[in-house]
């Protein structure tokens, strides 16, 4: 780590504010990729997130994982560092190492509120899809145990105008998939919000 990401990730605001002062570009990349900012991210330093990126870090910079700070933020659940990230501009269009838009791993995980501020306060693609072929909808389904969390997740989704019918890359749509695993509360948001009822499962599941 540089003395600048190192002083980052322990949330050292005054050596942070003196070694910008001094002339430290704030998005140096260490041997890993990481800016200074990426490392306050990953140590959850909130307050030095702030700093950063009130002195004009780039929110956008990814390390060699991928990750930047909006991406991580969302995929683990920091909702005001996400916040953070998204007030100075990050684009939400910008992958992580799976292809997939910060929507995606924050679904799967079952991160409501990020999941509803990326909705509501972004213009994330809802349907993107990743390397895998799946988009946020076919994860919130596929890799989680279809419980509350997950249901209120796909009614977000949909809401924000998913498409039910998606189909994933062997053409198994997400009310196939719901079926497939007996998520039989899913199914019905799903119908209720326009999906195929005919849709009776099977595919390369």
């Not at 430290?24 to 200074?36: F, I, L, P, S």
């Not at 990743?130 to 509350?148: C, F, Q, R, S």
Request: charged residues 25%; contains cysteine.
């Amino acid at each position: 780590m540089t003395e600048l990401t190192e002083r980052a990730a322990a949330g050292d605001l005054s050596a942070l504010r003196q070694l910008l002062d001094d002339g430290t570009d704030v998005d140096h990349q260490d041997e890993r990729g990481r800016t200074a900012v990426m490392a306050a991210t990953y140590a959850k330093q909130t307050a030095a997130v702030a700093l950063l990126l009130s002195r004009s870090a780039d929110p956008d910079l990814r390390d060699e994982q991928l990750n930047n700070p909006f991406l991580y933020a969302g995929a683990e659940g920091l909702l005001d560092i996400l916040k953070l990230a998204n007030e100075a501009g990050a684009d939400p269009t910008i992958t992580n190492r799976y292809g997939g838009v910060a929507l995606i791993p924050a679904c799967e995980r079952g991160h409501v509120d990020v999941v509803r501020y990326l909705l509501d306060e972004t213009d994330i693609d809802v349907d993107h899809v990743n390397h895998l072929g799946w988009t946020a909808l076919l994860e919130a389904i596929i890799l989680v145990d279809g419980g509350e969390t997950q249901q209120e997740i796909i009614s977000l989704l949909l809401e924000h105008g998913a498409d039910p019918d998606l189909a994933d890359k062997d053409g198994v749509s997400p009310l196939a998939h719901a079926r497939n695993r007996g998520f039989q509360q899913i199914a019905r948001i799903l119908i209720a919000e326009g999906g195929n009822p005919d849709d009776g499962g099977g595919g390369g599941d």
